[in-house]
């Protein structure tokens, strides 16, 4: 939330690095362009690593607590996840924004991150259940899970990896392709967005579990 509330004045410091650069180098460069494209990452990706954090987090407590399997416990978590990212950028988009402006919007959706991070904090303080497993003392890193696969293993996660490079390239196509029917840039990005993660959170908690039933049968 801080980090979010951060990010106009963020912006507003990489522009004034990005003008000193290119009244330095050529701005239409290559380069100067890979330096553009590595600020905006600088300016998201601390946000992003924070989000992707939360839901391996939450597959792991509702494996445990639910006694669900892993599989159901992944799908559950990551599509109530994602159902509550389509109903932030529907409200956001259609709401906020035109309503009380981007610097406002901004505050209040850190105001509901503060109100997530106590609402956390307090459960850890009154909850703590007995059943979560201690068999997993530390967790492993990325190399340390890879050395445990067979290679045609690590040839169905790249498979995995490229699925998901190819889908969210077909996403900044498809908005690109909406842009030219729609003059309202922000209308459009938060129709196309919304659709996209719908789609992911449909998947996740309708089509996985339906899958299941049938592959079981």
Known sequence: ??????????????????????????PVSLLAQSFRFLMAIGVILPATIGMGATIPIMSRLIHELGEKG?????????????????GGCLLAGFYLVP?????????????LNATVVVGA???????????????ETSAKSTRDVLA?????????????????F?????????????????????????LALSTYLLGFSTGSLVLYPLLCKRFRG
Request: neutral net charge; charged residues 10%; glycine residues 10%.
């Open 1 to 26: 939330g801080i980090w979010g509330i951060s990010v106009p004045l963020l912006l507003g410091g990489m522009e004034h690095i990005y003008v000193l650069y290119c009244q330095t180098f050529e």
């Open 70 to 86: 892993l599989g159901k416990s992944v799908g559950f978590a990551y599509g109530v996840n994602t159902v509550g990212a389509v």
């Open 99 to 111: 309503s009380l402006g981007v610097m406002n919007s901004l505050i209040t959706a850190s105001a």
């Open 121 to 135: 904090f307090v459960l850890t303080r009154c909850f703590r259940p007995a059943s979560l497993s201690a068999n």
């Open 148 to 164: 445990g696969f067979a290679p045609k293993d690590l040839v169905l996660i790249l498979l995995y990896f490229l699925s998901s």
């Open 166 to 190: 190819l889908a969210l390239g077909y996403e900044i196509i498809w908005m690109r392709c909406l842009e030219i029917l729609t003059t309202n840039g922000v209308h459009t990005f938060t």
